[in-house]
Nanobody
Framework: QVRLEESGGGLVQAGGSVRLSCAAS????????LAWFRQTPGKEREFVAG????????LYSHSVKGRFTISRDNAKNTVDLQMNSLKPEDTAVYYC?????????????????WGQGTQVTVSE
């Protein structure tokens, strides 16, 4: 099992930037896949971005590609999500999720480990 703890988030104006961080601990990371999802009230969790720990292969949703960057810090065992050019529609609770494997699925049910979530609110 992997334990995850998010930090960052908050209130930002449209066009601004926010950086989220996810600290991972537990099992060894050689086959770890970490992803960020987001959720707004009444909607299902939406895949945002994912990264494969061993080779830093990344995957982004169409809605954030070019604006968001996912990265990992091997020394700190963290995965960050740098969010730039934020839009009001990016407002959501952002969750870090983890699974072991070689692919980066965009379905939340395939990730067994989750953080508690952190709110990001983008104002007009």
């Amino acid at each position: 099992q992997v334990r995850l703890e998010e930090s960052g988030g908050g209130l930002v104006q449209a066009g601004g930037s926010v950086r989220l961080s996810c600290a991972a601990s537990g099992r060894t990371f050689s086959t770890l896949v970490l992803a960020w999802f987001r959720q707004t009230p009444g909607k299902e969790r939406e895949f945002v971005a994912g990264i494969r720990w061993r080779d830093i292969y990344t995957l982004y949703s169409h809605s954030v590609k070019g604006r968001f960057t996912i990265s990992r810090d091997n020394a700190k065992n963290t995965v960050d999500l740098q969010m730039n050019s934020l839009k009001p529609e990016d407002t959501a609770v952002y969750y870090c999720a983890a699974r072991f494997g070689s692919v980066i699925p965009d379905e939340d049910r395939t990730y067994p480990s989750w953080g508690q979530g952190t709110q990001v609110t983008v104002s007009e």
